[in-house]
């Protein structure tokens, strides 16, 4: 998902220009955007913003988020994941919610055992792990077992959810 990016023609090769970090006030603007294009029923703008924020979280979570913001750096990613899956249902896409709601719990997992995170960012990953793993069984109930979520419940293991 490349949002924004300017043509060849107006800036220089990409390997000379380093990676913009990714803010928490950039992700609330494109979620903003989003439910402006929700509410005025533009669904495929509202989509294309949600992928952006979507798009934004993940870069917080890989740069490693701001000591203090771990939380809001995962609920943002969490929301994120959320909301667009909600999109593609709404746009009778189920399996590709399932798809990304799998991503999102599994991405979390990882997150929480992987021990080159900071001890905070892995704690706001299994604290936010019960929303998704919720999601996976909302939908399940809504649309049936899909093998992604299948496959994400079942690799839960031992830090996985009980309810």
Do not use: K
Request: aromatic share 4%; hydrophobic share 45%.
């Amino acid at each position: 998902m490349d949002f924004g990016t300017p043509q060849p023609s107006q800036s220089p090769p990409a390997s000379s220009v380093p990676p913009t970090p990714a803010t928490l006030p950039q992700w609330e603007r494109a979620m903003q955007r989003a439910r402006a294009a929700g509410q005025m029923g533009q669904m495929a703008m509202a989509l294309a913003f949600e992928q952006q924020a979507l798009a934004l979280a993940l870069r917080l979570v890989q740069q490693a988020p701001p000591a203090g913001r771990e939380d809001d750096c995962i609920a943002a990613l969490v929301v994120s994941h959320l909301n667009v899956a909600d999109l593609q249902v709404q746009a009778a896409e189920p399996d590709a919610a399932a798809r990304l709601l799998s991503s999102a719990h599994g991405l979390l997992q990882s997150l929480m055992a992987d021990g080159r995170c900071s001890v905070a960012l892995r704690q706001a990953a299994w604290r936010h792990g019960r929303e998704t793993h919720a999601a996976l069984f909302a939908h399940v109930r809504s649309h049936g077992l899909h093998p992604a979520i299948a496959q994400a419940l079942a690799e839960d293991g031992p830090s996985g959810r009980s309810s």
